[in-house]
């Protein structure tokens, strides 16, 4: 939860998993959908999934015990090289050396390490330096210590040098060039994007539909979307009810500025099953849901703000 998200917003979270899945195996157990639903507005679900993944690795293939090596621990689904670092030097003592992006940071700033990190060879350079700065004993105060500079006091902007203890060794604070680090030349190449999403209504419940295992909020429970209002107004052209343009808004991701128009399409109570289903049929991955049961379930959070708006 801790990656890519920072500790105010996780805590919250981290009590509620905890309290349904209070172990591996409660976890390798459960349906992808419970595990997003308490993932829901964290984002990132990549990682939900695989840690839910994960879970069931180390139950079916580790008798649901933990592999106690950073070695053993990057074969499991959404383990990479510094997650298997940290979990192997905090719960097991092992002398390895994480690189997460807080770490990064520190150590490009102290060692003042020009090297570009968009270059697997710069970045493995980086890490064989932090391999070689590890102490012989106390790998996980150290370890944290790392973590907590980079989250508190060597931020990306504003770092506060002169609280920091590692001040007078730092490259970067005595050349003032704190800005300069980490260098790495490429830049994520942001998108924007732009869809009506259709609320259809019918008896007090929502049509979701499942999205696919693969690109934005997949595998989470959403709206239909449709291109513009004019392929919308095609599809949905002779349906009975009534509709409501609501207020546009834009989600900003990682790598896309996403705006979305909602519509609610209010279909008459007392239309038949049978012309509710036609309607519906070209989303074959949905289903009904209430209110209180599209809020259990795995959405994303700004179709979770709209639900309860």
């Given at each position: 939860?801790?990656?890519?998200?920072?500790?105010?917003?996780v805590?919250?979270?981290?009590?509620?998993?905890?309290?349904?899945f209070?172990?591996?195996?409660?976890?390798?157990?459960?349906?992808?959908?419970?595990?997003?639903?308490?993932?829901?507005g964290?984002?990132?679900?990549?990682?939900?999934?695989?840690?839910?993944?994960?879970?069931?690795a180390?139950?079916?293939q580790?008798g649901g015990?933990?592999?106690r090596?950073?070695?053993?621990?990057?074969?499991?689904?959404?383990?990479g090289?510094?997650?298997?670092?940290?979990?192997?030097?905090?719960?097991?003592?092992?002398r390895?050396?994480?690189l997460?992006?807080?770490?990064?940071?520190?150590?490009?700033?102290?060692?003042?390490?020009?090297?570009d990190?968009?270059?697997?060879?710069?970045?493995?350079?980086?890490?064989?330096?932090?391999?070689?700065?590890?102490?012989?004993?106390g790998?996980?105060?150290?370890?944290?210590g790392?973590?907590?500079?980079g989250?508190?006091?060597?931020?990306?902007r504003?770092?506060q040098?002169l609280?920091?203890?590692?001040?007078?060794?730092?490259?970067?604070?005595?050349t003032?060039?704190?800005?300069?680090?980490?260098?790495k030349?490429r830049?994520l190449?942001?998108?924007?994007?732009?869809?009506?999403?259709?609320?259809?209504?019918?008896?007090?419940?929502v049509w979701l539909?499942?999205?696919?295992?693969?690109?934005?909020?997949?595998g989470?429970?959403?709206?239909p979307?449709?291109?513009?209002?004019?392929?919308?107004?095609?599809?949905?052209?002779?349906?009975?009810?009534?509709?409501e343009?609501?207020?546009?808004f834009?989600?900003?991701?990682t790598?896309?500025?996403?705006?979305?128009?909602?519509?609610?399409?209010?279909?008459?109570?007392?239309l038949?099953?049978?012309?509710?289903?036609?309607?519906?049929?070209a989303?074959?991955?949905?289903?009904?849901?209430?209110?209180?049961?599209?809020?259990?379930?795995?959405?994303?959070?700004?179709?979770?703000?709209?639900?309860l708006?």
């Amino acid at each position: 939860m801790l990656q890519q998200t920072q500790v105010t917003t996780v805590l919250a979270y981290y009590d509620r998993f905890l309290q349904r899945f209070p172990d591996v195996a409660a976890l390798a157990v459960a349906s992808q959908d419970e595990v997003l639903a308490l993932w829901s507005g964290l984002g990132y679900y990549s990682r939900a999934r695989n840690l839910h993944r994960c879970a069931q690795a180390v139950v079916a293939q580790h008798g649901g015990e933990f592999p106690r090596s950073s070695e053993q621990l990057q074969s499991l689904p959404g383990i990479g090289r510094s997650t298997a670092a940290a979990v192997a030097a905090f719960c097991f003592g092992e002398r390895v050396a994480i690189l997460d992006g807080n770490v990064k940071r520190v150590l490009t700033r102290v060692l003042g390490f020009e090297g570009d990190l968009a270059e697997a060879a710069q970045e493995r350079s980086l890490w064989a330096r932090a391999t070689a700065l590890l102490p012989e004993q106390g790998i996980e105060p150290y370890t944290q210590g790392l973590m907590d500079l980079g989250a508190t006091l060597c931020s990306a902007r504003a770092p506060q040098c002169l609280l920091c203890p590692v001040r007078e060794r730092c490259v970067a604070a005595a050349t003032q060039t704190q800005a300069r680090f980490p260098v790495k030349t490429r830049k994520l190449k942001r998108s924007k994007r732009e869809n009506l999403w259709l609320w259809l209504s019918w008896r007090d419940r929502v049509w979701l539909a499942q999205r696919p295992d693969q690109g934005v909020w997949a595998g989470l429970w959403s709206l239909p979307e449709f291109d513009t209002a004019t392929d919308f107004e095609r599809h949905g052209s002779g349906w009975p009810g009534y509709a409501e343009k609501l207020v546009s808004f834009t989600h900003v991701l990682t790598h896309l500025d996403w705006t979305l128009h909602p519509v609610r399409w209010n279909l008459p109570p007392d239309l038949d099953d049978k012309t509710a289903l036609s309607i519906v049929t070209a989303w074959p991955t949905g289903r009904w849901f209430t209110q209180d049961e599209a809020l259990a379930a795995g959405l994303p959070a700004p179709l979770r703000r709209l639900l309860l708006s």
